[in-house]
Antibody, heavy 117, light 109 residues
Framework: EVQLVESGGGLIQPGGSLRLSCAAS????????MSWVRQAPGRGPEWVAV???????YYGDSVKGRFTIFKDSSKNTASLQMNSLRAEDTAMYYC???????????WGRGTLVTVTS | QTVVTQEPSLTVSPGGTVTLTCASS?????????ANWFQQKPGQAPRPLIY???TLHSWTPARFSGSILGDKAALTLSGVQPEDEAEYYC?????????FGGGTKLTVL
């Protein structure tokens, strides 16, 4: 059974950094597309980043240059390093996995990030 | 800046049929956009319904279908049930990058 469990969220000041982790079970992260999606309170979901099985990486415009997505095959995890955080980065962050055409097939329950002074 | 547009809200009667659409500011939506559709209810993560324009996930009821209608991706619900009341989001692919639409709030009344 595919399971994704996010961790690492919390309260952080503007300008700070945070690393989110996504522990995967039931499959290997190296064989799957791993993505992060966020959803601010009362808003729709926003696609954040993906790392494809080829190793290619893409980011949404709002996080490009500040966030970094990576996988750790030894721990079977995917992570999102978030730097230069802003108030508008406040959201529930979801990890998702999938394959070509269905990149967000399986979702975790999310981890909440709150950026506030 | 690319924008993906959906109807903000739609209302349908139980047992009826409704079509939600997903448009791209870059032009016509095609199968190359690999449209995905998600359903979201309050307090829950989005739940995938359809991928690659018209393929249902194994858990998606057969009353849901996906297609290209004109220059938009479309999600059609036939024989709508009360439990279909939810927010629906489309997701389109653009050369490695994915983008959500703003969502359609579907009311079953």
């Amino acid at each position: 059974e595919v399971q994704l469990v996010e961790s690492g969220g919390g309260l952080i000041q503007p300008g700070g950094s945070l690393r989110l982790s996504c522990a995967a079970s039931g499959f290997t992260v190296t064989g799957s597309y791993m993505s992060w999606v966020r959803q601010a309170p009362g808003r729709g979901p926003e696609w954040v980043a993906v790392i494809y099985t080829s190793g290619s990486i893409y980011y949404g415009d709002s996080v490009k240059g500040r966030f970094t997505i990576f996988k750790d095959s030894s721990k079977n995890t995917a992570s999102l390093q978030m730097n230069s955080l802003r108030a508008e980065d406040t959201a529930m962050y979801y990890c998702a996995s999938g394959q070509w055409g269905r990149p967000l097939e399986y979702w975790g329950r999310g981890t909440l990030v709150t950026v506030t002074s | 800046q690319t924008v993906v547009t959906q109807e903000p809200s739609l209302t349908v009667s139980p047992g009826g049929t409704v079509t939600l659409t997903c448009a791209s500011s870059t032009g016509a939506v095609t199968t190359d956009h690999h449209a995905n559709w998600f359903q979201q209810k309050p307090g829950q993560a989005p739940r995938p319904l359809i991928y690659s324009t018209n393929t249902l996930h194994s858990w998606t009821p057969a009353r849901f279908s996906g297609s290209i209608l004109g220059d938009k991706a479309a999600l059609t619900l036939s024989g709508v049930q009360p439990e279909d009341e939810a927010e629906y989001y489309c997701l389109l692919h653009y050369s490695g990058v994915w983008m959500f639409g703003g969502g359609t709030k579907l009311t079953v009344l």
